[in-house]
Structures are given as C-alpha cells and as structure tokens.
C-alpha cells in the first residue's frame, strides 16, 4: 500500500491544506461535522443513559420540557419522548445510527460502482453499454422511490418483528445498492480519460494484467473526484435513511436512529410537545448542512474548472 | 433513419424496463402473505383450500403464472386490493388526481420562483440577492422535504392557524367525471399551498443552480457578444437571446425530476395526510395489501419509463447535434 503513503504526502503538501486553512466556512463546517462525528463515536459515556435499554427508561419520566421551559427537570437537559428517553441521549445514540448506516451505505455505492466504473470505462464497448444503460434507468427511477418500495416489499415479506432486528443491514444494503450509477459514472469518466495516458500504455507494454492495471494505476489517479463525491453521498445517505426511517420504513422506535426519533415526536407536535421533534431535526439539519458545505467546497478546489458556488 | 431506429431501440427498452418491473411486481405477489388465506381465511378444510389453489391456477409453473398476470395487467386487470374490496386499478384511479393537483401546485411554484432567481443569479452573481439565494440553496438541499413539511405545519398551521395541515377539505371540483381538482375554490387551494410548498422545496435549489449555470454559460457564447456589440438592449439579450438556449437542457432535467416527484409526493403525502397516491402506498404497505402494492409499483413504474422515453425523444428531435445513443457514431 505504498501509493497511499505517496498520495498522503502530496496531499499535505498541496495547496488543498493551505485553502483550507484560510476558508472560514469550510473549517467552521469541518469543525461542525467532525464534533458530531466525535459525539456519535462517544455516545455512551457522552449521555446519561442507555435510549436503547427498556431498564433505564422510566415511562413516569415522559414528555418533561427542555430545562428552561417551566417543568424542565436538570436530569434531562433537551426534555424527554413520550417514552421517558432523555432527548440528548437518544440524539446522542441516533445520530450513531445515522452516522454509521450514511458511511456504510456509501461503501456499499463505492465498492460496487468503482468496480463496475473501472470494468465499463477500461473495457468498453458490450459491458460498457450495458452498465451504462442499466445506470441510467437506475437513476431515473430515484433513488428514494427504489429503496421506499424496496423496502416497504422486505417488511411486508419478513414481518414487522423480524423486519426491526434487520433493519440497520436492509438500509445499508438497500441505499448502497440503490445509488452505485452515481460512482460508477464517476469513476468511468475519470477512466476514460486516463486510459489514453502513456502511462497506462506503458503498464500494458510490461505486460502487466488488466486488474492490475486498473487496481494500481488507473484507480489512485481518480481519488479526487471519488473524494467529491463521498462527501455529498454520505449526505444524501443520511437524509434518504432520515426519510425512509421517517416514513416507518427504517430504523423501530426502540433503535431509533434521527429519522425515526422526528417520526415518532410528529405525533405530539400538535399536542405542543415540539422539543422531540425539534432538537432531532436541528441535529440532522447542521450535520447535513455541515458535510454538503464541506462537499461544496472540495469540489471548487479539486476542480478548479468549475463554477464557483 | 437514424431518427427511427433510435426511436424504435428506446421504444424496445422502454418494453423490456416496464416487463422487468411486472416480474418484480409478481414475484413480490408469490412471496409476500397467502391470496388464499386472504380470501377465504382461515377455517376452509385443507382438501378444499388444495382444489381451490388449483382451480385458481397457484400450482401452476412460475412462468405460466407470471404469462397469466400479464395479459391480465395488459387488460387492466391488477388484481382486487384487500383491504378496499374493489380492483386496484379503480382505488388508484380515485387516488391519481389529488397527486397530480399536489404536483401541479409544486411545479407552478418551482418555475415562478427558479426561473427568475435563476437567471438573476446568472446576470448579476455578485449582487446580495444571487449570494443569498445561493447560500439559501445548499441549505434548502440540506433539510429533508418532511423536516419543510412539519416546519411549515407547526408554523402556518398550529401556531398561526392560516392554513390548514392535513386532507384536501371538501370543496373539490369535479372537472371531468371521476376526477377532482382543488385549484378552483379557496378552500381546495388552501389545502394545497403547504404541501405544494413543501414539495417544492426539495427541487428549487436544484433548479435555481441549474438554470443559473446554463445561463451564465450561454452568457459566454459568442452570438451573445455579438448581441452586445450589435448595442441590443440588455433586456433583449438577456431574456430573448440567451433565456431561449437555457430552456432546453432545463427542460430535460425537469422533465426528469417531475417523475422523481412522485417519490418525494410519497413523503409530503404522508405528513399531510393527502389522499393521493404515495399516502395510499405508505398505507398499503403497513397493510401488507399486495394487491394495490404491486398495481402502485407498476403504475408508478409506467409513469417513469413513459417521461423518460418522451423527455429523451423531444430532446433528441429538438436537439439534432446531441449523438443519438447506441446510433452508430
């Protein structure tokens, strides 16, 4: 794995560190994505108790306000759910969830469409049109609408039950597998421009194999652009996994994950209980916001052809 | 001739999509819950349940089975919904217009609202209005299109009691038999402007960057400068020269994102409680009605294919220099 270390060293000696250093909203939003991230990983010494353990949930503790409101208790600093769960704790433990089902599910994407990407843009022709086509009729059908029926046919097929102890596998899988056209057609333009390099001919010439070549050759030579789009994938995973969770398609209300914690305060918003919703919601919000203007910004500096903004 | 044969290969895919998408929608009936059970339930003796199977034909060979539900499909016949007793065709024939008003409404905001700040956007990148939109932009990508729905709710609805949060209420016109629309009366519209908003939401910034970005890059173009120094006003240019080029790869894309509404439709149904399509397959599911599931998804799966292959036919007769695809180039 020595290309990793070389492509490291340039990468801190490139200018991308530098522009960093003097973008105010990419640190401020570097520092809002890497905090949450941080308070994910730390969830269990971070709150105050177990959301997920029916044990540490006192039902006679439900529906407390925020500590400001009139009945806010200093226990439970954003209020507790209809349940009893202190609110910063199940945050604290969704946003774990959230977190963990957004990254998985783009290694998912990644895995598959860098494979497929590589294989149609290095070959051509027959399996290039193929996947290609496939690609497109896989994006026009969105991505939301294959894992919403995807879905909703797993849980009519297993059963409510069953479907809630799989769940965090079928959104991983179901997200992951619904949104590889996007690497793939990534990866595939960055290979076809490669291809005519010398290099690649050169590493022909050796007689080095196909896999080889693509594997080390041509694939560390299409890293920025893969980096781009990460960033805005997991993203999206996020918000699609918040959707699909909202719509009781996702993560149950005893693991829930954020999508699923704004479901289930919906119900209340009338009653005026508005900080289960809330707190949640502004959580998925800034993390979202915090990794698309991050995405934003490593796009204008690794592509300086595009348009600003 | 190439014109044809492109015609006819998309026309061919367009086949093969929507018969991929019926052996889906029937393995999904072998698989999800016993149509006899769901019939007769659960107290017809074993013997009888077997003649039953077979003269319903369940015994038969997948393949046969399958060739058997799709002449009925071809015929409109999509099965009978459990839960609603009637064909799932009709249920979803009553559901379709109050999405199709929902996606209306949402299409009038986006192009009222895109298209202007688009293009101001792209004339004028530097004023405060283009970098407040563009700032507002990313953050609209950022909140999912429930999150808008419930903030539009909680603020309109329960705080200031304007509009109201959930139905299409009751004064709904019928325009043609069997199909009712909201738009004509102050109640109808009054049920539509949240939702419609909350829709919308989720396509202006897509919208309003695209048309900003296809417009600053006409903008480059050299009939353009021609155009200025030919001393045309800058209306002129602006809105006759350089608008009229943007429309087109608009227009594509829009013509793609209207069939990825009917996703996010499922999502808006659902907090506003909008008798249309998506609120009815959310429903259905938790309902584990098979029937009216699989009709959604072939329905559905129509709609696509049916845009995409007419989007990418205009486009490629609007467009002659676009490459035909899998024409020879």
Redesign the interface.
Known sequence: MNWIATRMTAFLGSDVLYRFRRDPVAMAAFAVMAAFVLAAMLAPWLSSMNPHDPAQIDIMNSEIPPVWQAGGEGAFPLGTDIQGRDMLSAILYGLRISIIIGVFAVMVQMTLGVVIGLVSGYMGGKVD?FFM?LAD?QL???T??LA??AL??F???FGADLYEDLAIVMLILVIGFAEWPQYARTIRASVLAEKKKEYVDAARVIGLSAPVIMARHILPNTLSPLLVISTVQV?NAI?NE??LS????GMPVTMPSLGSL?SAG?EY??SGA?WI?TFP?IA??SL??AI??LG?WLRDVLNPRL?K? | MAIVAFLIKRLMQAVLVMLVISLIGFSIQDNLGDPLRELVGQSVPEAEREALRDRMGLNDPFLEQYWRFLGNAVQGDLGISYHFKRPALDVIADKFPATVDLVIGATIIIVLVSVPLGCWCAIRPRSWLSRVAMGASIVGISIPVFLTAIFLIYVFSVNLGWLPSFGRGESLVEIVPGWTTGFLTWGGLSHLILPSIALSSIFLPLFIRLIRSEMMEVLEQDYIRYAWAKGLAPRRVWFLHAFKNTLLPVITVGGVQIGLMLAYTILTETVFQWPGLGFMFIEAVTRVDTPLIIAYIIIVGLIFVVTNTVVDLIYTLVNPTVRLVGAPS
């Open positions: 049109a086509r009729i026009a059908m969105s939301l609408m919403i029926v909703a046919v849980k009519a097929a993203a918000i918040a959707a909202f719509l009781g398609l704004i919906f918003i009338l508005w919703t919601s998925l919000i979202i916001l698309n203007l934003d348009f903004g």
